[in-house]
């Protein structure tokens, strides 16, 4: 079965509390992004993969109050954690999806799972234009999905914090021990190295959900056409990507 799986905690230390700010109608981001997920996926199952700190008691509501399954485990160890919600609700895929990405596409996502399943693959993902995949970027509007058995095997290859923190990491630095599909983006994606949409500190905060408030309903096309036209806004993102390496 695939499944999709939400890393979320409060205990940021760049913003923290930024899953549960008032973003966009007095919700969280994270509570628009269950929303968002549950309307796209109805009949896929949604587990919230967050920690066994008291803090994160709050997003379990969350969780609880929109009928979606959820994961305690370590806060450090992630990829032990996303194994175990994994292993817990009988998830053979996972859709990996970081709760600070307000503006996640969800139609890919439909093309990610046929990917993976009708490629029997380890991992798939969009691909940048230095061959990374799109979780190494700050763009923050695509996910990517991995079979249980490849974080598993990330689990029995190492026991470096690196590689625990940052669950698919292993994966595409040893592309020769995993069946990888890293696929083109769309063309409206070329040249976006200065957009940065994922949501890390309180200026990004700021930035984005003015973005929201202007662009919610919009394609995410549009809004990414939006900003490459816009210096301005081009200019502050590329300081807090200046700021923050992937």
Request: aromatic share 8%.
């Amino acid at each position: 079965m695939t499944g999709i799986i939400i890393q979320a905690r409060k205990g940021s230390t760049r913003l923290p509390n930024k899953m549960v700010l008032p973003f966009y109608q007095e919700k969280g981001v994270l509570e628009l992004l269950i929303e968002k997920l549950t309307t796209h996926f109805p009949t896929n199952k949604i587990v919230l993969a967050t920690t066994n700190n008291p803090l994160d008691d709050e997003l379990v509501n969350i969780a609880e109050n929109h009928k979606i399954q959820y994961y305690r485990g370590s806060e450090n160890n992630v990829l032990e954690r996303f194994i175990n919600a994994a292993v817990k609700h009988n998830l053979k895929t996972v859709v990996r999806i970081c709760a600070d990405n307000p503006f996640l596409e969800m139609e890919h996502i439909f093309k990610f799972i046929d990917e993976i399943e009708s490629e029997n693959a380890d991992y798939v993902s969009y691909k940048l234009p230095n061959g990374l995949p799109t979780i190494k970027s700050h763009l923050g509007l695509f996910t990517e999905i991995v079979s249980l058995k490849a974080l598993q095997k990330v689990n029995k290859s190492t026991s470096l914090s690196l590689y625990q923190e940052h669950v698919t990491n292993y994966i595409y630095e040893h592309p020769e021990e995993f069946k990888i599909k890293l696929i083109e983006m769309p063309n409206y994606m070329d040249d976006t190295e200065n957009i940065r949409l994922t949501l890390d500190t309180i200026e990004d905060f700021k930035l984005e959900q003015q973005l929201y408030h202007e662009m919610k309903g919009e394609s995410i096309e549009h809004l990414v056409n939006y900003l490459k036209k816009n210096q301005r806004l081009q200019q502050q993102m590329q300081q807090e990507i200046s700021k923050h390496t992937k």
